[in-house]
């Protein structure tokens, strides 16, 4: 079942697939993306990895294909084992895999053509290239399409706005390659994906107590909030509606926190009422609210490009200055009144005096002779004073494109760890909810260095397992660490050494192997039982997007239930069997799917990204219909946002290729 592998050949011998699945990677994401194609949605996959070891996991003994070999062990094992126990709810408990070839495991040390001949891209239905590198990524895109105008790319690009344009071109080097293709199979031959955009919205809600989770995307705006176990003998307010209860050990201090493997106590995801009913004590997530997005507007400044005085010139300074002119505006009174001068002369020979510009006073009254003395005796007092004005001026200056240093009375933030692709998404995504962040990074030359300048957020050099280097960064006053470094050792290190400091400080943890996760969770809540832990998978919370992808989708968004995801999208209902000709209520099934709002814009109307193309009228309904009556009939032209776990929404994919291969 570990599938077979081999090198690439001196000549290169075509793939024995057809309209395959073709996965080309370098790190864990490429990993579970074969994992979810092949145990998820019952694909025929062939995996293409580097030769040797991860070079940026040096301390692992095992080459990437043999990691691989490993992870396909594992979870083929973990679904005979579920399947022998009559599976655990899910929406089919039948093989989804039988029949299927195992994943097909390749090694080239690049994408290139002969590589993509032994895979078979010529035939494949879709392609994954799911490098680390950017560019690597676009270099083997246009390779591929040049191989095979049809086939279906997913890329993963970290540059948004680079993205936006190469999907563009890969389009229309397709339409002009391939002029019959389908308009529908046309808008998905190219999808690009950033992990680090997937993950990140997750990634931060960790770091918040209660906090709702919101997925934003394609013009839809979901709301869901997660409710704490009532008392005894009730259930928590299910909302819209209640989409998983969370695992019956999550809130004692030695339970475990939910997986696939977590049987009857692990959470539930898209429960009937019969279950919700029955799940007194356990928490909840429910919908909240289901709407149109906002028009997209400027994202809120984050940092303006001038500075205000006050990070030019000390508080002290300031005050210092102000005390001068408030010197100056009482001699000038004084000498009004004394001499009964003009107040505009008198203030004038104030500033002569103050300039030591004035001639001596030797003739005038002593009243004037004293004020001319105060005067000088400011002026000596405003000649330092412009001094350090100056070198404060020069030294906010220079140091403006430097970091900055946590402030000394700082207390509530997030101390965040790693400032690498994954933790500058998680950066920009804190600060955009408007939480004050500090940064803790060992290179100076990170990618995410530059966009905490831009955006004045403190940031502490060094490594984070040296000793004070927390301490610099207020960890003792902090609400929550994210240590989001690419190794788990770091990780875990840092995380020990914070509970060592604060016991209860809410710590999230990025961890790649889920044993190794599982066994820390678990560790650290009997050793804290009153702390919040959390532990989280960047390749395990993106995969299920890119899977989506491949199969010619794009879901809306993902909300990660402990430590499995639950899936947001949009389907057409025409082709789908489960759904058409159904009511709402029957097209509901526990564990699997479940609808949440209908589009009822017209057809001829329709965007793909939800929005709304005309204004409703009283004879005209347009817009999302969330509120919909358990008897309303599913039609054809109907367009569904619905909530899916990985496997019911494999379900629905497959049911509909089915009806179309007829």
């Known amino acids: 079942m570990l599938g077979f592998v081999s090198t690439l050949a001196q000549q290169p011998q075509h793939s024995p697939f057809s309209g395959h699945m073709v996965v080309c990677g370098d790190d864990a994401l490429a990993q579970r993306l074969a994992v979810e194609l092949r145990y998820v949605y019952g694909e025929r996959v ?10 940026r996991r040096p301390e692992l003994p095992l080459t990437q294909r043999g990691r691989a070999a490993t992870l396909f062990g594992r979870m083929s094992a973990a679904m005979n084992r579920n399947l022998g126990n009559g599976g655990n709810g899910t929406a089919d408990s039948s093989d989804t895999n039988a029949g299927v070839e195992a994943v097909r495991i ?44 049809r086939v279906r790319l997913v890329i993963r690009l970290y540059n948004r706005k680079l993205g936006q344009y190469l999907e563009t071109l890969l389009d229309q080097a397709a339409a002009v390659t391939a002029p019959g293709l389908d308009p529908a199979a046309l808008d998905a031959s190219t999808t690009v994906l950033s992990d680090a955009d997937t993950a990140a919205p997750a990634l931060a809600a960790t770091a918040l107590t209660g906090s709702s989770k919101v997925i934003q995307a394609e013009g839809l705006l979901l709301r869901a909030a997660e409710r704490t176990p009532p ?11 209640t989409l998983a209860l969370l695992s019956s050990t999550t809130h004692d201090p030695a339970g475990a926190e939910g997986s696939d493997s977590s049987g009857a106590d692990g959470p539930r995801l898209l429960p009937d009422e019969r279950q919700v009913a029955a799940a007194t004590g356990r928490g909840t997530i429910v ?15 984050m940092g303006g490009r001038s500075a205000p005085l006050s990070q030019f010139f000390s508080r002290r300074l300031r005050w210092s200055a102000l005390g001068v002119g408030l010197a100056v505006v009482a001699l000038a009174v004084a000498s009004t009144l004394t001499t009964g001068d003009d107040p505009l002369h008198a203030a004038y020979l104030t500033l002569l005096d103050l300039f030591a510009m004035g001639d001596p006073a030797t003739g005038d009254p002593t009243a004037r002779q004293v004020i001319q003395l105060l005067s000088g005796a400011a002026g000596l007092m405003l000649l330092p004073l412009l001094v350090a004005g100056v070198l404060e001026a020069f030294g906010s200056l220079r140091t403006a494109s430097s970091l900055r240093r946590p402030p000394r009375g700082l207390s509530g933030h997030v101390v965040l760890l790693g400032l690498g692709k994954i933790g500058t998404r998680v950066l920009v995504r804190l600060r955009e909810l408007g939480i004050p962040v500090v940064c803790v990074e060992n290179d100076p030359n990170a990618r995410g260095i530059p966009v905490a300048r831009r955006l004045h957020v403190p940031v502490v050099l060094g490594d984070v397992t040296q000793e004070g280097v927390l301490e610099a960064a207020k960890i003792q006053r902090s609400r929550a660490l994210l240590a989001l470094t690419s190794s788990d050792t ?53 995969a299920p997007s890119f899977a989506v992808a491949m199969m010619g989708r794009q879901i809306l968004g993902a909300i990660p239930v402990e430590r499995k995801v639950m899936l947001f999208a949009a389907v057409e209902v025409a082709g789908h069997p489960q759904l058409e000709g159904r009511t709402v209520e029957q097209a509901f099934r526990a564990g699997a799917w479940r609808v949440l709002a209908l589009d009822a814009t017209p057809p001829e109307d329709r965007r793909p990204d939800l929005a709304t193309a005309t204004p409703a009228t009283p004879d005209r309904r347009s817009g999302l219909v969330w509120d919909l009556h358990p008897g309303h009939v599913l039609c054809a032209e109907d367009r569904v946002v619905i909530a899916a776990t990985r496997r019911g929404l494999a379900e629905l994919l497959r049911g509909r290729r089915a009806v179309t291969s007829r």
């Open 46 to 55: 062939t995996l293409l990895l580097p030769p040797g070891r991860d070079p």
């Open 106 to 149: 390749l090694e080239a040390p690049e994408p290139s053509d002969e590589a993509f001949e032994e895979a078979g891209v010529e035939s494949a239905a879709a392609l994954a290239l799911v490098y680390d590198d950017d560019e690597r990524n676009i270099r083997a895109a246009l390779t591929a399409r040049r191989l095979n105008p």
């Open 231 to 241: 008392e005894d003998g009730r259930i928590a307010d299910p909302g819209l509606c």
């Open 287 to 301: 919908l909240e609210a289901v709407s149109q997005a906002a028009p997209a507007g400027p994202p809120p400044r």
């Open 490 to 542: 770091t990780n875990l290190e840092a995380a020990l050494y914070a509970r060592s400091v604060e016991p209860d400080l809410r710590v999230a943890l990025r961890l790649f192997d889920d044993e190794f996760a599982t066994a820390v969770y678990r560790t650290l809540r009997t050793a804290h039982p009153q702390a919040v832990t959390r532990s989280r998978s960047v390749s395990h919370l993106a």
